[in-house]
């Protein structure tokens, strides 16, 4: 229960890597992203209408957490100056979120691909974001020494492998790993949050896994809110302590694709759950 949660790489050298290698009109995999979709949409039968629905749902459902307040817990608002006006402002919630999306204009987008691959549009993917994000991870005697009082734990940590030429499906295996470890099924878990990095990925995941689909990135995703990367992995985390804790859930998941084909699923309890009467 004390495992250290892996974090995604975060060093300049990595982000250097991505704009010289991603960017730089080829890929670690030596497949462009649009064509990697192209291949995953086939492999689930994904269609346009769905995942554009998807990816409409994602900022719904961002913008109602943002207006319920959900990410007050975990946001610290950053002071700064409007450069036209002079005047200080104060960012209090995610920037990228749309909170009257257009479906008509969603489906008016041209996909990264050709037909009859071509169903992933920019509205489908995930936003470029900047962002910062830190977890506390202590043993027993760090958290004596600080005495400070733990909101979760790790119950179980997965990292599985998967076709780098179909690098966004390693969520799926990984999942099936961690749960396997954790002697879990899916059905065990409250709370999945599965990194958009395209609609394509959770989506996929709620195949692969069987999931079910209301339990999944409750808040939004990374279509709506962004990933910053280097902090993504942190983000969601923040993110899935919050939830359970604001649902008074149990057990959550988190998934994330990583480049390469790589990906890591961790499960974590919360501490302080406490079951509803039956009474």
Known sequence: GHTVYRLM???????????????????????????VCGVFVLQYDLNREEIDLFALE??????????????????????GFDRKSGSVVV?????GVRF??????????KPLNKKP???ITAAAASQISDGAAALLLANEAGLRKLGARPRARIVAMALAGSDPRIMLEGPIPATLAVLKKANMTIDDIDVFEVNEAFASV??????GVKADAKKLNV??????????????????MTTL?????????RYGLLAICEGGGTANATIIERLDYQPKSKL
């Open 219 to 236: 808040n939004g995703g990374a279509i709506a809110l962004g990933h910053p990367l280097g902090c993504t992995g942190a983000k969601l």
């Open 9 to 35: 790489p975060s060093s300049f050298a990595y982000m250097r890597l991505v704009r010289e290698v991603w960017c730089g009109g080829m890929t670690l995999c030596s497949v462009g992203c649009g064509v």
């Open 117 to 119: 691959t071509g169903v």
């Open 58 to 79: 994602s900022h719904r459902k961002a913008a109602s957490a943002i207006k319920k307040g959900h990410f007050n817990n975990e946001i610290i608002p950053l002071q």
């Open 100 to 109: 009257n999306p257009n479906l008509d204009k969603m489906r008016k987008l």
């Open 91 to 95: 960012h209090e919630h995610d920037e």
């Open 241 to 249: 302590v919050n939830t359970l804790e604001r649902e008074n859930k």
């Open 202 to 207: 959770p989506m996929a995941w709620l195949k």
